[in-house]
């Protein structure tokens, strides 16, 4: 299995550099002059082109980005996506799809289903499955990207998601799992041969509190779950409609005959009491023998579907009714099951675990088999109060969670992981998100040069971690906003992410080194200001990723690359810390190249306040 190479770890055989001329004695401030050394030895392995993935949720015709009557994304979506060099994308979502039912998300659109959301995006109405698997292929295969699938390890049976891999992958004839041949299905579908998606992850985020669905409060019982299945007691939960889990799809209209069905089937059969208007009702097997007046239901427990009388076979609820249920929910599988079914349908995938604690690492030991966990890294910014305020403690956070995320879960599954084949990590979603509590932030603010920062630092981190893929959260949502990597419909947006991005793309393909920065400045924040990933590719070239992350300070460094001619620098800049693209002001953040020549050993370069640059540099 893939796995990281510590930097920490790795010796240092320095290239150094002559000062140049003028400048030994350091600034007009006094300081010392700041001093870029780069290595030739290597801390990581190349850096793929799918450190540059996005989260790309379905709903909405994927947020507005699907056009369904041409039965194509819209052009504009897949002209940003192209530019900005999107690696990967991992569908259906995150949170929104934890329910997601993939079954219903293929065929003709007038043949599918509706779904119910897990949160996060929308409420808990129904939602369409306009934008399917296929459809997402489509505009993957549009921008020259891969796919990475998180499936639903809440609601969904065994047999579905092994199901949903032979349709992904599986070969015509095949047939891996026997039954339906879902690889058939796919090429009546549109598309004969298989997709050949290798990342899979189960879940997202199941130890948060918004996202528990049937399981567990208690966390150490909630994650035994997840990893062994089980069932659970749901205490006094509205019902609702297949695809509605509104409080309003638990209330009768005075029809006969309704039916409802429980949030999270199946059911432990006889482990339910359903109460309309507080009072309890009975079951029973068959409604026909029931009289008029009957206070009864009967219940599939499969499925959960509770059915009510037609006023001559047992009572109707009265209009304005509200039906609550008690039930057990279960069995349900858990990791272990999905993983076993998933691999035999296509051995050669991965499946990550979405727990990304050091307890899901203790709890699977040397004997239960996974492949790698899928992190989340989120700085959380304390977004109250001025943007010089916000800038400035915010600055050191993604180191931090760099080494509190990737570090810690390391060193667990060396400790407790098996002792060959190490499982390894990805980072399945990463990004910022607010502390809670604070805020509100300035206008714009998630899409600032001080965000775009932040998202910087974490993607250092990873390369520098050997992450093999990384998602940006999150790829675009349904109305304006400067939060997503395109914005949102209608008008998607090149963002400062999106640049920032292009920039990092520059990196694909080459080898992340040692490198040491000689006097360093301190930040406005008690940070250092430059923050630098240095890589080599086979042909001799090397490439700089500088943050300057200092809010009104410029660094002047000499850089040490020996050889002649010049080097290639691109900065991706705005007026103030604040700056954001939008549709009226598209460039407020913007990247300017240039070149710089090479003077002796070396090249002085002056990195300006709040700056990302990537500097390209030809073999000597």
């Known amino acids: 299995m893939k796995r990281f190479i510590s930097y920490a770890a790795a010796s240092i055989a320095l290239v150094t550099v002559a ?53 194509k994304p819209v052009p504009r979506m897949v002209d940003l996506a192209r530019q900005t060099g999107v690696g990967l994308v991992r569908y259906p979502g995150g949170t929104v799809a934890n329910l997601f039912n993939w079954k219903k998300a293929i065929g003709s659109q007038a043949g599918r289903g509706c779904q119910v959301g897990g949160g996060f995006v929308g409420g808990a109405e129904p939602m369409d499955s306009i934008y399917g698997p296929d459809e997402n292929q489509r505009f993957v295969g549009q921008i020259g990207a891969r796919t990475t699938i998180m499936t639903n390890a809440t609601t969904q049976t065994v047999a579905d998601a092994a199901d949903f891999v032979e349709y992904l992958n599986a070969p015509v004839g095949s047939n891996p799992n026997g039954g339906k041949d879902w690889a058939k299905v796919r090429a009546d579908n549109g598309h004969a041969e298989p997709y050949g998606i290798r990342a899979w992850e189960l879940g997202n985020e199941l130890y948060l509190g918004n996202q528990r669905y049937w399981r567990a409060e208690d966390l150490d019982a909630r994650l035994r779950q997840y990893v062994l299945g089980g069932t659970q007691r749901q205490i006094d939960q509205p019902v609702g409609k297949e695809c509605d889990h509104r409080e309003s799809a638990a209330v009768s209209n005075g029809a006969a005959s309704q039916r409802f069905q429980v949030w999270y089937p199946p059911v432990v059969p006889r482990s339910q009491v359903v109460r309309v208007d507080g009072a309890e009702w009975r079951a029973v097997g068959n409604l026909s023998q029931a009289g008029p007046d009957d206070a009864v239901y009967s219940i599939d427990a499969k499925r959960g579907e509770i059915r009510f009388g037609d006023g001559k076979h047992g009572r109707i609820p009265a209009e304005g009714a509200r039906i609550r249920a008690d039930y057990g929910s279960g069995p349900h599988p858990g990791f272990v099951d999905y993983y076993k079914a998933m691999k035999k349908a296509d051995p050669s995938i991965d499946i990550c675990s979405a727990w990304e604690t050091t307890k899901f690492v ?97 993607l250092v981190g990873m390369i520098e971690h050997g992450m093999p893929l990384a998602i940006s959260s999150n790829l675009n949502a349904g109305g304006p906003t400067a939060g997503e990597l395109f914005g949102g419909a209608p008008d998607f947006i090149d963002t400062a992410r999106a640049r920032m991005l292009r920039l990092a793309g520059g990196l694909a393909g080459t080898r992340p080194v040692e490198n040491e920065v000689v006097n360093n400045p301190g930040g406005d924040g008690g940070f250092k200001a430059l923050r630098v990933l240095t890589t080599r590719s086979s042909d001799g070239s090397v490439r700089l990723f500088v943050l300057n992350r200092d809010r009104d300070t410029p660094v002047t460094a000499n850089v040490a690359l020996p050889g002649s001619g010049e080097v290639r620098v691109h900065t991706l800049n705005g007026a103030e810390i604040s700056s954001f693209n939008t549709k009226d002001d598209p460039d407020a953040v913007k990247t300017t190249t240039t070149t710089a020549p090479r003077t002796g050993t070396g090249v002085k370069h002056t990195f300006p306040a709040h700056s990302i640059t990537l500097i390209e540099a030809p073999a000597p």
């Open 19 to 71: 000062a140049t001329p003028g400048a030994a004695s350091g600034d007009a401030s006094g300081r010392a002059d700041t001093v870029i050394k780069v290595s030739d030895t290597p801390i990581a392995g190349k850096v793929p082109r799918e450190i540059i993935g996005a989260n790309h949720r379905w709903p909405a015709k994927g947020l507005g980005m699907w056009d369904d009557a041409a039965g």
């Open 362 to 458: 203790e709890l699977m030991g040397k004997d239960k088999p996974y492949d790698c966990v899928g992190v989340h890294l989120y700085a959380r910014p304390d977004v109250g109060g001025a943007p010089e305020k916000i800038h400035d403690s915010a600055m050191a956070l993604a180191e931090n969670v760099i080494r509190d995320e990737l570090d810690r879960l390391t060193a667990a599954i060396d400790r407790f992981g098996p002792d060959k084949d190490k499982p390894y990590l990805e980072v399945s979603e990463y990004g910022q998100i607010k502390q809670p509590g604070t805020g509100p932030a300035p206008k714009g603010w998630a899409g600032s040069v001080s965000t775009t920062l932040i998202h910087a630092d974490l």
